[in-house]
T-cell receptor, first 112, second 111 residues
Framework: SAVISQKPSRDICQRGTSLTIQCQVD?????MFWYRQQPGQSLTLIAT?????????ESGFVIDKFPISRPNLTFSTLTVSNMSPEDSSIYLC?????????FGPGTRLTVT | GENVEQHPSTLSVQEGDSAVIKCTYS??????FPWYKQELGKRPQLIID?????GEKKDQRIAVTLNKTAKHFSLHITETQPEDSAVYFC??????????FGPGTSLSVIP
């Protein structure tokens, strides 16, 4: 399966600031996804990011808060903007490969 | 959109016994049903999946069954071991597209 890395692995941020999370894949993939996992909860899809097109956001998530870039087939970024403590969560990227979905290690974000 | 329910939320079994986790989904267009295992502090790992053209799939101690008519699918773990202790998530979606996750089942295997 694809090897997926994320940066940073964790961060502590002040409210009102923004953090950009990077996701790198070792092979070219068409579909990439960004999920949020709040403590003790399930995975909630934020958006689908395909190269060459605007990201598609799920209900409850908006581009102004979570802008996404997908400049090529191996890389994507998710920015968490104007953060509040409610944004404290684990953010995971995921890729679809050979009709299966695999996850990156996640970025643990704490907003103080 | 798709909605996935999962039961039970917690499950405790004795080592060697079987564990069964059940999920239901709402969107009849869904045709891909993966199961993920997430150990504490780690990423979700795909353990098995099934597609709508198959009713049952087995991989060693793990099996998944699918009933498309009733819109439910189940994970069966036999001969459970302490290392099976984790949170298990079912998901549903369409191939080549997003999947929606259930709320998870915390499985504890007691030695």
């Amino acid at each position: 399966s694809a090897v997926i890395s994320q940066k940073p692995s964790r961060d502590i941020c002040q409210r009102g600031t923004s953090l950009t999370i990077q996701c790198q894949v070792d092979s070219q993939v068409t579909m990439m996804f960004w999920y949020r996992q709040q403590p003790g909860q399930s995975l909630t899809l934020i958006a689908t990011a395909n190269q060459g097109s605007e990201a598609t956001y799920e209900s409850g998530f908006v581009i102004d808060k979570f802008p996404i870039s997908r400049p090529n087939l191996t890389f994507s970024t998710l920015t968490v903007s104007n953060m509040s403590p409610e944004d404290s969560s684990i953010y995971l990227c995921s890729v679809e490969e050979a009709w299966e979905q695999y996850f990156g290690p996640g970025t643990r974000l704490t907003v103080t | 959109g798709e909605n996935v329910e999962q039961h039970p939320s917690t499950l405790s079994v004795q080592e060697g016994d079987s564990a069964v986790i059940k999920c239901t989904y709402s969107d009849s267009a869904s045709n891909y049903f993966p199961w993920y295992k997430q150990e504490l502090g780690k990423r979700p790992q795909l353990i098995i999946d099934i597609r709508s053209n198959v009713g049952e799939k087995k991989d060693q101690r793990i099996a998944v069954t699918l009933n498309k008519t009733a819109k439910h699918f189940s994970l069966h773990i036999t001969e459970t071991q302490p290392e099976d202790s984790a949170v298990y998530f079912c998901a549903a979606g369409a191939s080549y597209d997003k999947v929606i996750f259930g709320p998870g089942t915390s499985l504890s295997v007691i030695p």
